[in-house]
């Protein structure tokens, strides 16, 4: 029996969803969801005052700006972070605003049900 493979997108287009509440606002931890339509949304505002953006500049943004890298190393990215048979930690390092580099390590965990890849990020010093 065949199972069938998704394609995985070349890259994230970076998303805020910002609900009502405290929740997002002052959280500290760096939560995200990924997508197979090449959706990587940020959860928490962990993110902005990570990376040295507002919410509103991540608009338009992808995943291949943040990690400044070639079309091949982003899309060699977004396929580990959707790879639901390898659920390993990946290792990630993306630039700030200001250019200084963040080394990131991902945790992730699938659901089925949605189809989406639930992250949650550590920086490592």
Not at 64 to 74: P, V, Y
Not at 76 to 101: K, Y
Request: glycine share 6%; hydrophobic share 45%; with cysteine.
């Amino acid at each position: 029996m065949k199972t069938l493979a998704l394609a995985h997108p070349a890259d994230f287009t970076l998303a805020v969803n910002v609900g009502s509440g405290d929740t997002y606002e002052w959280s500290k931890v760096l939560l995200a969801k990924a997508a197979y339509n090449g959706t990587l949304e940020l959860l928490t505002a962990a993110w902005e005052r990570l990376l040295g953006y507002g919410r509103e500049e991540f608009a338009g943004k992808t995943l291949r700006q943040l990690l400044r890298s070639n079309k091949a190393a982003a899309a060699r990215a977004v396929a580990a972070i959707l790879d639901e048979r390898n659920m390993e930690p990946i290792e990630l390092t993306v630039r700030c605003r200001r250019g200084e580099a963040k080394r990131l390590r991902l945790h992730r965990r699938f659901d089925a049900y949605s189809r989406k890849m639930y992250i949650l990020a550590e920086e490592r010093l």
